[in-house]
């Protein structure tokens, strides 16, 4: 499996959908609320009213009442001094409401908190998202890290080890538009992703259950256990950092025993139980 090169993305459909096409009986003006905030959750970063009106297909000043609604009510923000859109608090909270509520990550939720009791450190839960690996639980453990993630925040794919796992595991159609997007924006500020290298760590990636890496957060030592659904797919991963210098042949066989442990009775699977070790 090779990783093309950047691509550019295909045009969005325009028009808002119509009710009475497929549902004769749902609410036509909602169906159109609900692709606006659709389209500005997959816009990658806050948007304008332009933007917004092309890539819907809706009036402006039909899309501004909307906007407006939305914003009141805490779905979307919008910038005082741009004008830009971004989703909201409220948004924000459903979003993540419904990733904890999801079925499959339920359990791996209390397999966090248990690596995190049995290993003293912070440990992290991630899904895929269409903005990438995103956070939505932490349990810190004993150590001090300068840089804390927040739930709600993606990840890169190319540059961090837990994007990479996402990318080793996840099917292409769904990260390729993502990975393409970063090696471009790398490009403009004149930094070159080694494709070629990153497919050489995707394949030590998928040997193991789980992936070490020392390029965790300011260079501290992170390991990413991707777990797996009945169907083959990822279902999430679950990672925990070991600040530099403490990470030994003792401390890693400990930590992999407390993952392995966590998650043996979870319906979802490791990458050796599911079989998908090279």
Same mark, same amino acid.
């Given at each position: ?5 950047p691509?550019t993305s295909?045009a969005? !459909?325009?028009g808002? %959908?119509r009710? +009475? *096409?497929?549902?004769?009986?749902? #609410? ?7 692709e ?6 997959? /816009? /990658? ?5 332009s933007?917004?009106s ?5 009036? %402006?000043n039909?899309l501004?009442?909307?906007?407006v ?5 805490g ?13 909201g608090?409220?948004?924000? @909270?459903?979003?993540?409401?419904a ?5 499959? #990550? ?16 912070q440990?992290n839960?991630? !899904? ?9 639980? +932490?349990?810190?453990g #004993?150590h001090?890290f ?11 794919l @190319? *540059?961090?080890?837990?994007?990479l796992?996402?990318l080793?595991?996840? +099917?292409?159609d769904?990260?390729?538009?993502l ?6 924006? @790398?490009?403009?500020?004149?930094? +070159?992703i080694?494709?070629a290298? #990153?497919?050489?760590?995707l394949k030590?990636i998928?040997?193991?259950? !789980?992936?070490?890496?020392?390029r965790?957060?300011?260079? /501290?030592?992170?390991? !990413?256990m991707?777990?797996?659904?009945d ?12 600040p530099?210098?403490?990470? *030994?042949?003792q ?5 992999e ?10 319906p979802?699977?490791? @990458? ?7």
């Amino acid at each position: 499996m090779s990783i093309r090169s950047p691509m550019t993305s295909l045009a969005p !459909v325009r028009g808002r %959908p119509r009710a +009475s *096409d497929d549902n004769p009986s749902g #609410i036509a003006a909602l169906d159109v609320g609900l692709e606006i905030l659709r389209v500005i959750s997959e /816009h /990658h970063g806050a948007i304008g009213l332009s933007d917004l009106s092309r890539l819907t297909g809706e009036k %402006p000043n039909r899309l501004h009442r909307y906007l407006v609604s939305f914003r009141e009510r805490g779905f979307l923000s919008q910038a005082e001094n741009s004008g830009l859109y971004d989703l909201g608090p409220q948004a924000y @909270a459903l979003g993540l409401s419904a990733l904890r509520r999801y079925d499959p #990550i339920r359990g791996v939720r209390e397999a966090t908190v248990a690596i995190r009791n049995a290993t003293g450190n912070q440990t992290n839960l991630y !899904v895929w998202t269409p903005r990438g690996p995103t956070l939505i639980a +932490s349990e810190q453990g #004993i150590h001090y890290f300068p840089v804390m993630i927040r739930p709600g925040t993606a990840l890169p794919l @190319a *540059d961090s080890i837990t994007g990479l796992v996402f990318l080793a595991w996840t +099917s292409r159609d769904k990260t390729q538009a993502l990975f393409d997007e970063e090696v471009s924006m @790398a490009a403009r500020d004149g930094i +070159s992703i080694d494709v070629a290298g #990153i497919e050489a760590q995707l394949k030590e990636i998928r040997k193991t259950d !789980v992936y070490w890496s020392n390029r965790a957060i300011i260079s /501290h030592n992170g390991a !990413v256990m991707p777990l797996f659904d009945d169907s083959g797919e990822v279902a999430c991963c679950v990672t925990t950092v070991i600040p530099r210098g403490m990470r *030994d042949a003792q401390t890693q066989e400990a930590t992999e025993k407390a993952f392995k442990n966590a998650v043996e009775n979870l319906p979802l699977k490791t @990458a050796s139980r599911a079989g998908r070790l090279l």
